[in-house]
C-alpha cells in the first residue's frame, strides 16, 4: 500500500521559532521525498526534496532530515517568519512509480 | 506567465450534469498530471500522460471521468453525470521527462456539485 503518513495536521510557531514537520512511509521501494508548499488559493511548488542517500539537505531556512532504517523524514523551517504559513506536504515516490504519493498536509501558521 | 494554467478556476453544476476543465501544461513539459484535492487532504492522483498517451490511472477515477490529451499538448478531464461527492479542486501539473523533476500545479479548478 503506498502510504505517507504526516503530522501534525496543524502547527502554531512563533515568529523566529523552530517549525518541525513529521513523515512516515511504509513502501521500502520509495526512493525520492519531495516537500510541497501550498498557500491559499494556489497550487502546491515544490520546497526542497531528498534522495535516501543522504541524511540531510538543507537549503537557505529550510532542512530535510532523512531516517532511512526508520522510514521517517522530516521538515525543519528555522528562524520561522509570518510569510511561512502555509500548508505543507510531504510526498514520495519509488523509481517503479509515475506518480507522486502526497501526506495529508500540515497547516502551518506562524504568528507574528 | 509561462506555468501551468487551468480554466476554468471555480465551476458550479447541478448533480447529473457532465463538467470539462482544461489544462495547458508548461509548453516544453511532456508529462502531464491530474490529481483531486479535498479539504483537509493532499493531492490524490487521478491519471498521468506522456505526451499524448494516458499511461496511468488510478482506481479513484471511476468511468464517469475521462482524460485527453490530443496531440501531447493541452489536456482535458470530464465528468459525467456529476455527483455530490465529486465536488473538490481538481489540480494539474506538469514535468519534464527526466526522473524526480518537480511537478509544477496550476492552480486548480474548485468543482461545486449542488
Known amino acids: 500500500q503506498q502510504q505517507v503518513k504526516q503530522s501534525p495536521q496543524s502547527l502554531i510557531v512563533q515568529k523566529g521559532g523552530i517549525s518541525i514537520i513529521n513523515c512516515a512511509y511504509e513502501?521500502?521501494?520509495?526512493?525520492?521525498f519531495p516537500w510541497y508548499q501550498q498557500f491559499p488559493g494556489k497550487g502546491p511548488a515544490l520546497l526542497i526534496a531528498?534522495?535516501?542517500?543522504?541524511s540531510e539537505k538543507k537549503e537557505g531556512r529550510f532542512t530535510i532530515s532523512f531516517n532511512k532504517s526508520a522510514k521517517q523524514f522530516s521538515l525543519h523551517i528555522m528562524d520561522s517568519q509570518p510569510g511561512d504559513s502555509a500548508t505543507y506536504f510531504c510526498a514520495a515516490k519509488g523509481s517503479g512509480y509515475s506518480t507522486l504519493t502526497f501526506g495529508k498536509g500540515t497547516m502551518l501558521l506562524v504568528s507574528p | 506567465d509561462t506555468g501551468v494554467s487551468q480554466d476554468p478556476r471555480h465551476k458550479i453544476t447541478k448533480r447529473g450534469q457532465n463538467v470539462t476543465f482544461r489544462c495547458d501544461p508548461i509548453s516544453e513539459h511532456n508529462r502531464l498530471y491530474w490529481y483531486r484535492q479535498t479539504l483537509g487532504q493532499g493531492p490524490e492522483f487521478l491519471t498521468y500522460f506522456q505526451n499524448e498517451a494516458q499511461l496511468e490511472k488510478s482506481r479513484l477515477l471511476s468511468d464517469r471521468f475521462s482524460a485527453e490529451r490530443p496531440k501531447g499538448s493541452f489536456s482535458t478531464l470530464e465528468i459525467q453525470r456529476t455527483e455530490q461527492g465529486d465536488s473538490a479542486m481538481y489540480l494539474c501539473?506538469?514535468?519534464?521527462?527526466?526522473?524526480?523533476?518537480?511537478?509544477?500545479f496550476g492552480n486548480g479548478t474548485r468543482l461545486t456539485v449542488t
Open positions: 513502501n521500502t521501494a520509495f526512493d525520492y
Open positions: 531528498i534522495r535516501p542517500d543522504v
Open positions: 501539473a506538469s514535468s519534464s521527462g527526466q526522473e524526480n523533476s518537480p511537478l509544477h
